[in-house]
């Protein structure tokens, strides 16, 4: 059974930095992508960031420059650091891994940001 299990979640301050992690097991095929998503209360998941099995990588309109997203493939890991958090990052963060050509999610770390 596919597990995706996030940590590194948590409160920090405007300004701060956090660095998300994600680690895929159960499974013996190969990722071809994984990306980060985020939901905030009453508004619609979106893509924060992805990264291909070649290493490509895209990032949302509002994270470019302040978040990095990388991964390790040996360890079926995707992970993301954060900086310069602001009150609109504060989320659920979401982990997806695609394999197997279908999409399989996390159980999502929450993110807070607040003075």
């Known amino acids: 059974q596919v597990q995706l299990v996030e940590s590194g979640g948590g409160l920090v301050q405007p300004g701060g930095s956090l660095r998300l992690s994600c680690a895929a097991s159960?499974?013996?095929?190969?990722?071809?992508?994984m990306s980060w998503y985020r939901q905030a209360p009453g508004k619609e998941r979106e893509l924060v960031a992805n990264i291909l099995i070649n290493g490509e990588h895209r990032y949302g309109d509002s994270v470019k420059g302040r978040f990095t997203i990388s991964r390790d493939k040996y360890k079926n890991a995707v992970y993301l650091q954060m900086n310069m958090l602001n009150a609109d990052d504060a989320a659920i963060y979401y982990c997806?891994?695609?394999?197997?050509?279908?999409?399989?999610w996390g159980q999502g770390t929450q993110v807070t940001v607040s003075s």
């Open positions: 997806k891994a695609r394999m197997y050509g279908r999409d399989f």
């Open positions: 159960g499974f013996t095929g190969t990722i071809t992508a």
